[in-house]
């Protein structure tokens, strides 16, 4: 080899990294939605929780977990592959106090590649609605965001980084998270 060529292999490799580096990048912010833009609702609502936990407040929560009680132990590794949780949960006093452009933002994001809509709940008598959006990387859940609305009330969950299904069903019914039937196929609900 030459040193043209030599200098040209090297120039196209640092070009493929430049651009994979890249992608993983654009992908990272894909994951974590972008909810800046529901902040002028605060103003508006009569209550609002604002929840950022991001990979170093989640490490920290770690080492507060003993591994040796069994429920913590699960728990500790479910937060493992955690990157952040983010909470945006908006309640007002009256009804069109936030519009639907205001939740299609977050839609049009969960339309980016990777992400599906899981499973989507409507209900006409008290007008409350909720979504549920996973992004796949390759076998595994990388993200979870939920949209709840309701006529007085606006929740977005953005759950970022590897989420393993069975730990998760394993903290099913405890430590405030509801009780859901992982394992069940049947297409009706409960009673």
């Known amino acids: 080899m030459n040193l043209v060529t030599i200098k040209s292999l090297r120039h ?10 890249s992608a993983l990048t654009i992908h990272a912010q894909d994951i974590r939605l972008q909810l800046g833009n529901l902040n002028n609702l605060e103003a508006k609502a009569s209550k609002v929780v604002d929840v950022t936990l991001d990979g170093a407040l989640l490490h920290l929560a770690e080492k507060f977990l003993n591994s040796k009680k069994p429920e913590e132990a699960a728990v500790k590794e479910l937060l493992a592959g955690l990157k952040g949780i983010y909470v945006k949960s908006f309640q007002f006093d009256k009804e069109g106090e936030y519009s639907m452009a205001d939740v299609d933002s977050i839609r049009a994001q969960l339309r980016a590649p990777g992400w599906s809509r899981m499973a989507g709940v409507k209900s006409k008598k008290d007008g409350e609605n909720a979504e549920v959006y996973m992004l796949m990387t390759g076998s595994q859940v990388g993200g979870i965001a939920v949209i709840a609305t309701g006529p007085k009330e606006l929740t977005i969950v953005n759950i970022v980084g590897t989420i393993d299904i069975d730990k998760l069903a394993e903290l099913s019914g405890k430590f405030g998270i ?3 039937d992982f394992k069940n196929d049947s297409k ?3 009673k």
């Open 188 to 190: 009706a609900p409960k």
């Open 178 to 180: 509801p009780t859901i």
């Open 12 to 21: 196209t490799s640092l070009l493929f990294l430049v651009a994979v580096v």
